[in-house]
């Protein structure tokens, strides 16, 4: 048995494991070699067992996508076979070490095998699950159709200054044609963007939605939306300043045909299957190996009333007796547990109304009882002393008290 202790082996271990995930490990070298062409290359070999290029390759393909591209290159695939050689020297170490024959490392073992084949599993599951055949795009896009239209939409040219006297006259030489409309937004926009592109407006303008350089505006799409193409519009502001516009080209509404649109029909049926997958896989297990669970069982009176005086905290000593007066209703240690809680609340949580209705349980469950002669004391206004139930310090009931 070595003498470190396997939390500290299991941790280095784990920091092992991590650097073989990963692209980037430590310990890696840059190379500017090119990938050789030749699977069947070696490119290195440890005491006889020959590591090659397809090994390579092999791993790389292992990776998570988003560290693919990296991997391709020549410094990736060089830091993968320095990973597989330490890898390598690592493993033959642990087993000369003997570790492969403890039973706390055999135990961790078991459960990273068994945790490899779950979730080999759930991938293999998931990938026939979320497969969409040509039928089912199909029939998911017909079923679908009017989540598969375009907006309308239009391109808009605008003047924008914070001048008045420049958007006015602007607005009546376009209008009177002495400039054209794109000159007259060169000229007076202050805007430098829109001098720039002569008033046209990135992109297609979509009602409601933000406007490339000033954002969302209402009154903007108001007037737009009541304009036809080539008209210019009067002279209206916004918090950025004062308008001028013109709709240059409208574009309708129209329906995408499927072969626009299968990409995103079949990702979002797979996603749909995927996320419902997993429920039906595990309701459909838990049937075929004949799972059954079973509640624990409740704690008897004397054990909520045991841990009731024990908790410290009032609140949880309130939870703990009022739930053994909702499973125990009829139970002699009841009527003791409504007393506590209405003096917890009177004595410790400042509550007198709550303190009021506990109190008045005791009195309407059992009248003539020593408790129920304490909960009128408590309610009464003489109640400034703690109830005979109570012992004093030297183990005698506190005279004075009912």
Known sequence: MSAFPLRSRTSCTAAILATFIVIAGCGSRESSSDAPSDDSAVLAEIDGRKITAAEVDARLAGVRRIGRPEGSAPIGRDRMLQQIIEQEILHRAAVDAGLDQEVEVREHLRDYERQFLVQAYLDRK?????????????????????????????????????????????????????LSFPQVCSRY?????????????????????????????????????????????????????????????????????????????????????????????????????????????????????????????????IRLYDELVTRYPGHELALDSHFMIGFIRAEELRDPEGAAASFETVIELDPDSELANSARWMLSSEADAVPEFQDSADGRSEEGSP
């Open 126 to 178: 998931q990938e026939e699950i979320s497969r969409v055949s040509d039928e089912d795009a199909r029939a998911f896009y017909e079923a679908h159709r009017d989540e598969y239209t375009t907006e309308r939409t239009r391109r808009v040219r605008m003047l924008l200054t914070d001048n008045r006297r420049n958007a006015e006259h602007g607005r009546r030489l376009a209008v009177d044609n002495l």
């Open 189 to 317: 926009s202050t805007h430098p963007q829109l001098v720039e592109s002569l008033g046209l407006i990135p992109g297609w303008v979509r009602e409601g939605k933000a406007v490339e350089w000033i954002g969302n505006h209402p009154k903007f799409h108001e007037v737009v939306a009541t304009l036809e193409p080539g008209h210019v519009s009067d002279v209206f502001e916004i918090p950025l300043g004062l308008v001028v516009v013109r709709v240059e080209e409208v574009r309708e509404p129209r329906q995408r045909p499927f072969e626009e649109v299968e990409r995103d029909v079949r990702g979002r049926l797979a996603r749909e299957r995927s996320a419902q997958g997993l429920p039906d896989l595990l309701t459909e297990l838990r049937e075929r190996y004949h799972v059954k669970t079973y509640e624990k069982p409740a704690r008897s009176p004397d054990e909520l009333f045991a841990e009731a005086q024990a908790a410290t905290d009032p609140s949880e000593r």
